[in-house]
C-alpha cells in the first residue's frame, strides 16, 4: 500500500479547515453540524475525522489559526523600524487580516470578518480558549505600545499620553471595522485610512471661526 506524503496530509487538513471556516462564518459554530462540513469539503467522514475527533476540535482549531494570523501581522508590521505613520501602519495590519481565508462565502463576502465574530463568541464559553485570546491580545498590546513608543521618541505623537492607552484605541480601530465588515458588507481599508487620517489631522478650533 502506497504511503501518503505529508505534502498530502497536509493538503487535505487544509481543505478541511477551510471549508470548516466557510460553514462556522456562515451559520456560526453552533448552527454547523459536521454533516455540513463534509458536505462543504466533498469527503467521508473517516476521511474528515481521521483528522479531527469532531466539531469542538475543528471550532478550537479554526480559533487558534485565526489567532495566530492576527498575532503575525500585527507583529510583522510593527518589525518595520521606524514605524510607518499610523493609518499607514493599522492598514497594512488590517488588508493582511482581511486576507486571512480569503475565500467567500455566497454572497461574496470575506470569510474572516464573519469568521472572527464567531471566534469572539466562542471564547466567552470556553476557557481554553479565552485563554488563548487574552494571551494574543496581550501580545498585541505590547508590541504596539513599543510602535506608539517610537513614534512619541520620533516627535511624531505627544509625549504626555500613556502608550498603552494609544496602542489599545489603535487596536480598537481595527476590531471595530473587522465588525463593520461582518456586519455591514465589504469596505476597502482605505475608508479607514481616510478616516484616521482625518482624526489625526483635527486642529482646536479658533474663536470666532
Request: proline fraction near 5%.
Amino acid at each position: 500500500m502506497a504511503r501518503v506524503s505529508q505534502e498530502h496530509l497536509d493538503a487535505r487538513r487544509r481543505q478541511i479547515l477551510d471549508g470548516a471556516a466557510r460553514c462556522f462564518a456562515r451559520n456560526g459554530f453552533h448552527a454547523t453540524s459536521m454533516q455540513d462540513v463534509l458536505k462543504e469539503v466533498d469527503l467521508s467522514a473517516g476521511a474528515v475525522y481521521r483528522y479531527f475527533s469532531g466539531k469542538d476540535e475543528l471550532i478550537a482549531a479554526i480559533v487558534k489559526e485565526v489567532l495566530g494570523e492576527i498575532r503575525a501581522a500585527f507583529e510583522d508590521v510593527n518589525r518595520q523600524s521606524p514605524p510607518p505613520p499610523p493609518d499607514v501602519l493599522i492598514g497594512e495590519v488590517l488588508g493582511r487580516t482581511l486576507g486571512i481565508w480569503s475565500s467567500l462565502n455566497d454572497d461574496g463576502d470575506p470569510v474572516f470578518p464573519h469568521l472572527i465574530i464567531q471566534v469572539w463568541a466562542e471564547t466567552v464559553r470556553n476557557e481554553e480558549l479565552a485563554a488563548i485570546l487574552t494571551d494574543v491580545y496581550t501580545t498585541l498590546r505590547r508590541a504596539w505600545v513599543q510602535a506608539v513608543e517610537a513614534y512619541q521618541d520620533a516627535g511624531m505623537m505627544p509625549s504626555d499620553i500613556p502608550a498603552d492607552h494609544v496602542a489599545r484605541t489603535m487596536i480598537a480601530a481595527v476590531q471595530g471595522f473587522v465588525t463593520q465588515q461582518a456586519l455591514f458588507g465589504a469596505a476597502p481599508v482605505e475608508v479607514l485610512q481616510d478616516g484616521l487620517r482625518g482624526l489625526m489631522g483635527m486642529r482646536t478650533a479658533q474663536p470666532g471661526a
